[in-house]
DNA sequence: AGGCTAGCAGAACCACGGTTCTTTTTGCGG
DNA sequence: CCGCAAAAAGAACCGTGGTTCTGCTAGCCT
């Protein structure tokens, strides 16, 4: 083949990371190899690797996708024209979580313990989603109680904080709970 | 040797688990090898086998000494004469918590996302941390406002489960700050 | 004090899995 | 359409690391 038109290409990179995704939360980071996730992907080693240049790097990529993904749904909260109360929005952030997402993102914790590389694009990703909550804080703080912005930023900030820290907590809890429990929607 | 006397062989396999421990909090569960285990505790491969059938076996024992050691703290806070408010209380576990002990602690919840041995055990811990909390609260609750012991012990049940919240996300975040980062003691 | 037995050291084994290489296929530019 | 270079398949390679095996060593029991 020729050099594959850039639609084509990024589309059978998400193909790989979306299984790569599938199998890390079924067996875990380490305990999946490459075969594993050619099984997953219908595809074959030498096209994993025309994609990507190591497992390493295969596993940033879906770290990014992945938490990219969660980021996106949140700001799509958070940006709405009624902004929710701090409650509400925790309610919201959580009732989106999907258990197998959960589980990956607790195996990319883990690594970024170890990885500074996954270090950085975890830390990011919080300080990101943090930031979002934080806005969102401020609005409703604003819509709510009127007054200075500057003042309510200011005290929204440890409200944005302790919302975050609910919500990894509650991912955490849910990818702790076994997969075969939640299939009762 | 003969059939080494109870003590000694606690203490040895505490030895190891204290060098893995140390080894996991570095490089990660699966990057440390068996190698490097000896290297930290000065012992040898046979030696290891001799108190551990298997790496996971090490693993799930250095796992329990680790979050056992923790309850322990916890429950010392939680059983002063004097109980303290959530918000001293946190700030009491959150500052006894050790940067290399976090970061096994991450590596473990990814472990009990896949294993469920593992996963037992952390459920289990967590648990019993929540009890310690909740019954903390009670206590503080009761002295604090009087009233029914009873009612007082189910208001502070969605406290202490915030509590434990706050306090695991501060873990998290604690492991995920580079190791050289806080040697300001 | 001495020896028997279990701990311990370290080499050797073996399998698994990441990476690479070769061959075949295929899609896009001319 | 045609061909070429890139991508895909899959076999082969190689290192790493968990486990096991073989002695030797040293502590407890009599």
């Keep these: 083949m020729p050099r594959l038109t850039d639609a084509r290409k990024e589309l ?38 025309a994609h990507y240049r190591s497992k390493a790097e ?13 980021a996106e749904v949140l700001g799509e909260y958070a940006r709405a024209e009624n902004p929710p109360d701090p409650d509400e929005l925790l309610a919201r952030m959580t009732s989106a979580i999907d258990p197998v997402e959960a589980r990956f993102g607790v195996q990319i914790w883990a690594e970024a313990t170890t990885d500074p590389a996954i270090g950085r694009i975890v830390e990011d ?3 990101r989603m943090r930031l979002l909550v934080h806005d969102c804080t401020t609005a409703w703080l604003v819509k709510a109680e009127g007054g200075d912005p500057v003042a309510a930023r200011e005290r929204a900030a440890p409200i944005a904080r302790r919302v975050i820290a609910l919500y990894l907590a509650e991912l955490l809890q849910t990818a702790l709970r076994p997969l075969t429990e939640e299939t009762t929607s």
Excluded: P
């Design 12 to 49: 059978r990179r998400a193909q790989i990371t979306e299984a790569a995704v599938r199998c890390f939360g079924r067996s875990g980071l380490e305990r999946t190899s490459i075969a594993d996730i050619t099984a997953e992907s219908g595809l074959s080693t030498g096209s994993i690797y």
């Design 58 to 70: 295969l596993v940033q990529a879906s770290a990014r996708a992945t938490l990219a993904k969660r």
């Design 125 to 127: 990703m919080i300080d």
